[in-house]
Nanobody
Framework: QVQLVESGGGLVQAGGSLRLSCAAS????????MGWYRQAPGKQRELVAI???????NYADSVKGRFTISRDNAKNTVYLQMNSLKPEDTAVYYC??????????????WGQGTQVTVSS
């Protein structure tokens, strides 16, 4: 099992910044990648940013240049630095960890979700 504990959500004004944290515990050595997803009411959950075990990153087009995903291996923690926040960034943000389970399949683990609300 992998446990993910998120923190850092809250209410901010447009143009402001926020940093989300996700601390992983359990069977963390087998994790291939971690990422942040978000889901707004009435919309599908979408990938925001990912970082692989090798350090490669990728971002949704809507957040490129504004968000940065990073890792602190000593603390087993992944961060999402969010700058220049916009009202459309408002969503529940979920931390995700993925690991292989055999046969080409993967198992996903999820944090509890943290609400990010950007006011205009």
């Amino acid at each position: 099992q992998v446990q993910l504990v998120e923190s850092g959500g809250g209410l901010v004004q447009a143009g402001g910044s926020l940093r989300l944290s996700c601390a992983a515990s359990g069977s963390i050595f087998s994790i291939n990648a971690m990422g942040w997803y978000r889901q707004a009411p009435g919309k599908q959950r979408e990938l925001v940013a990912i970082i692989t075990s090798g350090g490669s990153t990728n971002y949704a087009d809507s957040v490129k240049g504004r968000f940065t995903i990073s890792r602190d291996n000593a603390k087993n923690t992944v961060y999402l630095q969010m700058n220049s926040l916009k009202p459309e960034d408002t969503a529940v943000y979920y931390c995700n960890a993925r690991r292989p389970v055999g046969g080409g399949a993967f198992q996903d683990y999820w944090g509890q979700g943290t609400q990010v609300t950007v006011s205009s």
